[in-house]
């Protein structure tokens, strides 16, 4: 049985609703809020595992409610509009994944599991921090360190090893990589190999090793 709380925000009450029965279905605790307000009271109140988040809310929006709780708890975007411009917004700000209204609600709950399954990993993210291996991020001061040594990165390579920090084990295209740390497609796919390599170098003596998938992309995995 799983204990682990959800907190569901949205404006519409047939949504919560049929969102929270899944999640209590699939064993969790369900919270849940209408507006941006109560969300985040609940959120410091609360300390859910998950918040499954609408973007469009009265009060602060889900971008706005975001970007104050990156780093503190992991969120699951619910958003009715179908620009690429929203979901990479709320992945730059923090969200850890997405999904598109109408869905599918065995799919949410999918989705919701294996952010925590992710969240669970020899990783831990807490008050704006990453830990992998030796390496620690600090999210909100833009500054990375193996055995406590600062390791000088550039804005995007700070972004990009945030990317994978964030998703440890698992691969990602250089698509995706570019939408994640540099918030468009449209640089060339060269720009995340280029990046790949010099974070390569600084992450000597991080216990963690970019590896390369042929035909696929990237990912960051613990060195053995």
């Known amino acids: 049985m799983n204990d682990s709380v959800v907190l569901v925000a949205d404006d519409d009450e047939h949504t919560v609703e049929l969102v929270s029965l899944y999640l209590r279905r699939a064993g969790y605790r369900v919270e849940t809020a209408f507006d941006g307000e109560e969300t985040l009271r609940k959120v410091w109140e609360s300390r859910p595992a998950l918040v499954v988040l609408d973007i469009m ?3 602060p929006d889900g971008l706005q409610i975001c970007r104050k709780i990156r ?3 992991p969120v699951l975007l619910l958003t009715a509009r179908s620009s690429d411009i929203d979901k990479i917004a709320g992945l730059r700000l923090g969200a850890d994944d997405y999904v598109t209204k109408p869905f599918n609600p065995d799919e949410l709950v999918a989705r919701v599991d294996a952010i925590l399954r992710r969240a669970r990993t020899d990783r831990q993210v807490y008050l704006g921090r990453l830990e992998l291996g030796h390496l620690v991020m ?3 001061c833009h500054e990375a360190s ?8 550039t804005p995007k390579e700070f972004d990009l090893l945030a990317t994978f920090a964030r998703f440890p084990n698992v691969v990602l295209d250089r698509d995706r990589l570019l939408d994640l740390a540099w918030g468009t497609s449209f640089y060339a796919l060269r720009t995340v190999d280029v990046h790949v390599a010099r ?5 000597k ?4 090793r970019i590896e390369t998938v042929w035909g696929t992309g990237y990912r960051l995995v613990t060195e053995v």
């Open 71 to 73: 780093g503190h708890v």
């Open 146 to 153: 193996i055995h406590g040594q600062v390791v000088p990165l």
């Open 57 to 59: 809310m009265p009060g």
């Open 138 to 140: 600090d999210l909100d």
């Open 199 to 203: 974070l390569r170098e600084k992450l």
């Open 205 to 208: 003596g991080s216990g963690l």
